[in-house]
């Protein structure tokens, strides 16, 4: 069993924050594939098209017959632990700060011999469930964990580094006056984060659920518009140096494409929330956040941004609101870039039609704001990245991994009045 | 031209230098968070105000601060032309930059209904409700602003709009009331301490919005989310109010002042 997390004591006012180091980093460009699988949560490596050699670690040629085409697929997460030792010294900064540690090589049941951080609680021999996750450097690692859950096993120090357990952490909960902030602030009660911070904008005007919000264990309601710059800055300037997690869950969404608008007002609202928005979240609360990323157990660790799957090809259905979202993403993946390096994971979760009122006349399958939550909370405690959440999101990704243009193509159409 | 020492102006520079007239700011601050009207979220809404820093003694501008400011023509303490309102966008010199400037500083009546409507929030002001202050205070003299008093702008967060889920509920004219104005005493324009010159369940009276519909019909103007009203006499006051000069502008936010001879507050 491993030796349940405590809550982290008061910070000693009198140290300096450590600064994050990161992990090794450099990788090929063959093997950015197993990072970007890792970074989904799925364990991923070259399978060869002509000979089903599994190939590890990532290659150009396949080393049996020198094929080139290797396909990245996701194999079996099962192996065993052949040998394993405990790092008590290292040249690198980030593991000499964290000795001891244990890595070991793992026989997957797939074939290949691994290199992998090894779970605490895992013994000599025995067989290990294994999960790839992106590290602090941002780079795809392996881990073996025991095959059969034991006591406190997310608490595992070396878990935990891959990890963004909300559980003793202080979260950043942007609008709360929804059912998805709320169902969102639900979720972070139940698993354990010490503190949520709820923004209310515009609290001169009543909301659904409000008592039951300043109800749940740990929150606080804070004023936060963030589609007003001295607004964010208050807030960050109270807060921003103990918000570990930040999850925006503000939305301005309605339905109508360009020509259906009347004029730019819409348009220039969506953009305010979801574009201008997570631009003032970013700059008030970036910095502090990135240069807390090594700051103990109760470092900051994530940073998760709630978008349409129409963010990754328009549907013009929800034309504009659409633009913003594109227009959010595409910023996301600068703010991916500005915490490279900081141990803070930027955590993208593409969603498919969301289950409330302004997408009230759309046809299900849609997603319910609960759901949306609990798959936050699930990615948080997992480590996991980039999520796609509903059977509508998983098939547009699906498709614009195919080909982005058709997928353009048969989004058109769908507009057009055709099937899609 | 030769220096002219006596006459009305100058006997109110006189005052004003003495302290006999003072100065009352009826203004609320221009705040990103104070209350703007909510209409159903289907229709366009008003921009609450805004300000994004252009230059703040920093690498954007080393010497100087200054920002760039955002608002609809309805945020905060602010004016309504008669071109606001559907019945009155036919009529001449409708907007604010049309308005004749004599409009903007004039005797100003303040019927006190503060007691009325801390007892009842929806508090409606009728015409025998005017005539009974009139009785105290003379006639409400033709082309003076009328400001209704009801200290609702000592409320502050969700009290201020007071929004329920039938709506808003804060004070404001009858509709006959407002008749009674245009009609009876053809007054230059009317204001409120609420969020509009209309009460907060006035959708529901005949016609609709009485306020706006009847005085921007007959040419009126209106002046909303004012303060410091308890500090003004019910007659002899001058109110100044211009407006920004914004073409075809249906309002303006806007400072509002109010000259008071002192003693007789």
């Known amino acids: ?420 | 031209m030769s220096k002219k020492k006596s006459g009305a102006l100058a006997a109110l520079a006189t005052a004003m230098s003495s302290g006999d007239v003072e100065t009352v700011d009826l203004t609320h601050t221009l705040d990103s968070d104070f209350p703007v009207i909510v209409l159903p979220p289907e229709f366009g809404q008003c921009a609450p105000f805004r300000a994004e820093v252009v230059s703040r003694y920093d690498e954007r501008g080393p010497g100087w601060y200054w920002q760039n400011i955002s608002m609809c023509e309805h945020t905060g303490t602010h004016f309504d032309a008669p071109i606001h309102w559907i019945s009155g966008k036919d009529l001449p010199n409708a907007s604010v930059d049309a308005i004749p400037a004599g409009a903007f500083v004039r005797p100003v009546c303040v019927i006190d209904c503060s007691k009325e409507c801390a007892e009842n929030e929806d508090f409606l002001l009728t015409p025998e409700f005017i005539q009974a202050w009139e009785k105290e205070h003379g006639q409400i003299p033709a082309g003076d602003w009328v400001l209704l008093r009801s200290d609702w702008s000592k409320r502050s967060g969700a009290a201020y709009l007071n929004m329920r889920e039938d709506g808003a509920h804060s004070p404001g004219p009858s509709a006959d009331a407002v008749k009674f104005l245009v009609e009876e005493r053809d007054i230059l324009g009317f204001g409120t301490e609420t969020v509009g010159t209309d009460a907060g369940q006035a959708a529901h009276l005949s016609p609709p919005y009485p306020a706006h519909h009847l005085f921007h019909g007959a040419g009126k103007y209106g002046l909303q989310c004012l303060r410091n009203l308890d500090q003004l006499p019910p007659t002899g006051a001058i109110l100044v109010c211009p407006p920004l000069k914004i073409k075809n502008g249906s309002g303006s936010p806007l400072r509002v002042l109010a000259l008071v001879e002192r003693g007789i507050a």
Request: hydrophobic fraction near 40%; proline fraction near 6%.
């Open chain 1, 1 to 420: 069993m491993t030796e349940l997390l405590q809550r982290p004591p008061k910070k000693d006012p009198q140290k300096r924050t450590v600064l994050p180091t990161s992990p090794p980093s450099a990788r090929s460009r063959k093997a950015i594939a197993f990072s970007t699988a890792a970074a989904e949560g799925r364990l991923a490596l070259q399978i060869c098209a002509e000979c089903d050699h599994v190939i590890y670690p990532a290659r150009e040629l396949c080393p049996k017959c020198w094929s080139m085409d290797l396909q990245w697929q996701d194999i079996p997460d099962g192996g065993e632990l052949i040998t394993e030792t405990t790092l008590r010294t290292s040249a690198n900064t980030y593991f000499r700060e964290r000795m001891p540690w244990r890595i070991g090589t793992v026989r997957l049941d797939a074939g290949p011999m691994v290199l992998a951080h090894i779970h605490g609680d895992v013994g000599e021999y025995e067989r290990v469930t294994m999960i790839a996750r992106t590290d602090k450097s941002g780079q795809g690692v392996l881990m073996a964990l025991p095959e059969k859950e034991t006591a406190n096993m997310a608490d595992d120090k070396q878990l935990r580094a891959l990890t963004c357990d909300p559980r003793h952490r202080r979260v950043l909960v942007t609008d709360g006056r929804t059912q998805l902030g709320q169902c969102t602030v639900n979720a972070l009660a139940n698993a354990g984060a010490s503190k949520i911070f709820v923004g209310i904008a515009r609290a001169w005007r009543p909301y659904d659920g409000s008592a039951e919000l300043a109800a749940v264990s740990g929150v606080e309601i804070m004023p936060l518009d963030i589609t007003d710059t001295i607004s964010v800055n208050e807030l960050a300037a109270e807060i921003g140096g103990k918000t570990d997690i930040l999850i925006n869950t503000a939305e301005h969404v309605r339905p109508g494409s360009a020509m259906q608008r009347h004029g730019i007002l819409t348009a220039r609202d969506e953009m305010e929330t979801n574009y201008f928005g997570l631009m003032r979240l970013i700059q008030a609360f970036g910095p502090g956040m990135r240069g807390r990323g090594a700051d103990g157990d109760n470092s900051a660790c994530a940073w998760v941004n709630l978008l349409s799957v129409y963010a990754l090809s328009n549907w013009s259905v929800f034309g504009t609101t659409t633009a913003s979202q594109a227009a959010a993403y595409s910023l996301s993946q600068c703010l991916r870039g500005e915490f490279a390096g900081s141990g803070v994971k930027v955590v993208n979760v593409l969603f498919g039609p969301l289950e409330d009122s302004w997408r009230q006349p759309l046809p299900p399958p849609k997603v319910t704001p609960k759901r949306l939550a609990d798959a936050i909370v699930h990615a948080l405690r997992q480590g996991i990245e980039n999520v796609t959440l509903g059977p509508v999101a998983e098939d547009i990704v699906r498709r614009f991994r195919d080909d982005p243009f058709v997928l353009e193509r048969e989004l058109m159409q769908a507009q057009q009045g055709q099937a899609v």
